[in-house]
């Protein structure tokens, strides 16, 4: 076989399409970063017609360039939650005005093979848009997020993704230093609501955009 590694991760991430697809999800699967920018931008956007946009904290969302693509749209309404000139006030209601939006994008802490997403928020806005409130949703998910189980999705989060986040976030939390959860109760503690979405409800109101790279915490 001249591509195992790459053969390989086409094969997994096929059969994680279907399992999602049988959760309802509408699922694609893109070869890197541009790949899915292109088809979010040039397909997903164009066929869901959005009159508002807008997402919450990922790495891979903006890895993709799909952030600064479309925060200078004009046909949109955008409502630009990474704007750093806001107050503090201001970012947290441009936040609330982002769970009505027609679209919102986002990234995933892990996704299982058994086909839920799970994911755990500071400010909850992000798992709040995945659960209700905008009318669809776009998860892009690198493949580094696959995990077996729910128990393997806690385990990578808690463990690996949270203590990622807060250096990224200069917080001051006893993860940063030991690199493992203490269920702390730091002033600074990133971890504060869990959501497991086991199906998309509507069906295909949740769109996940497998990538076939490693992207994000």
Not at 150 to 155: H, S
Request: charged letters at 25%; hydrophobic letters at 40%; aromatic letters at 6%.
């Amino acid at each position: 076989m001249e591509h195992p590694v790459n053969d390989y991760w086409n094969t997994r991430l096929a059969q994680v399409k279907a399992v999602f697809e049988a959760n309802n999800f509408e699922v694609h699967v893109a070869q890197n970063a541009d790949a899915a920018r292109d088809l979010v931008a040039n397909t997903l956007i164009p066929a869901i017609a959005p009159k508002s946009v807008s997402w919450g904290g990922s790495m891979t969302f903006t890895a993709t360039g799909l952030y600064a693509l479309l925060k200078e749209r004009t046909d949109i309404q955008v409502f630009d939650t990474f704007d750093k000139s806001l107050s503090k006030e201001d970012a947290l209601e441009r936040r609330r005005q982002a769970l009505l939006t027609d679209l919102f994008i986002t990234g995933t802490n892990a996704l299982t093979e058994t086909g839920k997403l799970v994911n755990l928020d500071m400010i909850g806005n992000r798992v709040g848009a995945l659960a209700f409130g905008p009318r669809r949703v776009i998860v892009l998910a690198g493949r580094n997020k696959i995990v077996a189980d729910v128990d393997g999705a806690v385990a990578r989060i808690k463990d690996y993704a949270a203590p990622v986040n807060t250096r990224r976030l200069d917080k001051k939390t006893p993860c940063v230093k030991t690199t493992t959860c203490h269920d702390c109760s730091s002033p600074d503690r990133i971890c504060n609501t869990w959501v497991i979405t086991e199906k998309s409800f509507p069906k295909e109101r949740i769109i996940l955009v497998l990538i076939n790279q490693d992207l994000g915490f």
